[in-house]
């Protein structure tokens, strides 16, 4: 099921980067219906892949699979937040070039991930051939900053004053819980002081991870753990 289950998620991430390349190279009317409900459908099918990432965290949680879960959380609340809360909710941005390494970074990623994970599940010693497991703790040194930097950044930064003009996710007092939110502030924060300090946290990690994997043996088999 795990494996299945991974499969799946890789499919929806492959599926709305194609779609992503295809809304850069071939322009067509927005107001038409069909590209509308084109849109929507690819989309859905993104964050359904999004959602069932989520399992994963679950696994950690249950023991079902090693890990570490607040950072696998991590990852998913920062997913979660630019496909859903930000490129889902701004239209303007679904043209945006830098959709484009932000589902390249997403989508290669995990797809050598999956594919390790299957190849270990597959393997009677439940261990994947070394040059996937190198691929597996080396494909995060350029996707990671160039998903972050040229994708997600960008984003954060071209949405921020159409959340603030719509007050996109806000909350404004007065109100019965007297509580204000702005989450143009959040993504504010989120842009210089937040997203900065996670990427640094977890590309460390990473590169520990990786140290400890590869520094060793120099890419031998690896079982099927969670980093």
Known sequence: RRRRQSVSEERFELFFFFYSIFRRSMPFSTSSTSSLLFCSLLFSLSGLGQLAAL??????????????????????FGRSNVLFLIVGAVSELHSSPAVVPLFLSWAAADVVRYAWYAAAALSPTN?????????????FIPLYPLGVFAGEMPLIKAAI?????????????????????SYSIFCTLGLYVLLPAAFAHLYMHMLRARGKRLGGGGGGGGERKRE
């Open 55 to 76: 399992l994963e965290t679950l696994h950690v949680l249950l023991s079902l699979t090693k890990g570490s879960a607040p950072l696998a959380l991590l990852q998913w």
């Open 127 to 139: 261990e994947a051939p070394g040059a996937l497991t190198w691929a597996r703790y080396s494909a």
């Open 161 to 181: 004053p159409l959340i603030e003009k719509r007050k996109l996710w806000s909350v404004e007092m007065p109100n019965e819980f007297n509580f204000a939110f």
